[in-house]
C-alpha cells in the first residue's frame, strides 16, 4: 500500500535520498526519492521491475532516477529521464502491478516534470501504446518522430527502442511545474 509521508530520510542501505510529497503517515513508505546511487539490491530490483513490464531496454546508466519504495523499503515505482541539452527524455515509468492505482506512476512523474521545468524547454516520451491517456493527463501532446530533436533521436537512450511501435508525445514545460 502507497503512503506519504514528510521526512527527508531514506530507506536504510537504499543508496537515495528523499523528497517529501505530501501528508505525514506513520511509515516511511510512500516517499519520492532522488536515487544517486545503486547499490547491487537496488539495482537488482530496478532491472526486476522493469523487465516485468518490458522496458528493461528503456534503463541506461547515468538516468536521473527517482523511485518511491513500499512500507519494507523494496521499490514499488521507479522512472527515468535524461537531459539532452534544451529537451529532456522521460524513458521510463514503472510501477509494481500490486501497487497500481495508488497515485505512485502520478508522484513519479509529477517529480520528473518538476525537476525538468527550468531546466529543459520540453519533455519527450515513446509510450507503449494504450499508454498515451495517461500521459495526455499531464498535458503531453502526440507528436510525429520527425519532430523529436536528432540528438534525442539518435540517442543511445533510444537506439534499443522500436520507435514505430511506440507513440511519440511531447510535453512544452513551464518555467516551473507544480510540485505534489
Not at 6 to 12: L, N
Not at 39 to 67: A, H, T, V, W
Not at 124 to 151: I, K, Q, V
Request: charged fraction near 25%; hydrophobic fraction near 35%; glycine fraction near 10%.
Amino acid at each position: 500500500m502507497y503512503h506519504q509521508r514528510a521526512a527527508d530520510t531514506s530507506p536504510p542501505g537504499t543508496g537515495v535520498r528523499g523528497f517529501s510529497i505530501g501528508d505525514a503517515w506513520e511509515n516511511m513508505s510512500g516517499q519520492v526519492f532522488r536515487i544517486t546511487e545503486l547499490n547491487p539490491k537496488l539495482k537488482m530490483e530496478i532491472i526486476g521491475l522493469l523487465k516485468s513490464q518490458r522496458l528493461d531496454n528503456r534503463y541506461s546508466p547515468g538516468c536521473d532516477l527517482f523511485g518511491i519504495f513500499d512500507s519494507d523499503s523494496s521499490l514499488a515505482g521507479i522512472t527515468g529521464s535524461r537531459k539532452f541539452k534544451t529537451e529532456c527524455l522521460l524513458l521510463f515509468v514503472a510501477v509494481k502491478e500490486i501497487e497500481r492505482g495508488e497515485g505512485i506512476g502520478t508522484a513519479l512523474v509529477s517529480k520528473v516534470l518538476a525537476h525538468a521545468s527550468g531546466r529543459c524547454s520540453g519533455v519527450w516520451l515513446l509510450a507503449a501504446p494504450g499508454s498515451e491517456g495517461y500521459f495526455e493527463r499531464f498535458g503531453f501532446e502526440h507528436e510525429t518522430t520527425d519532430r523529436m530533436p536528432e540528438r534525442i533521436r539518435d540517442s543511445q537512450d533510444v537506439s534499443g527502442i522500436e520507435i514505430a511501435s511506440t507513440k511519440v508525445m511531447r510535453l512544452t514545460l513551464p518555467e516551473s511545474w507544480p510540485s505534489i
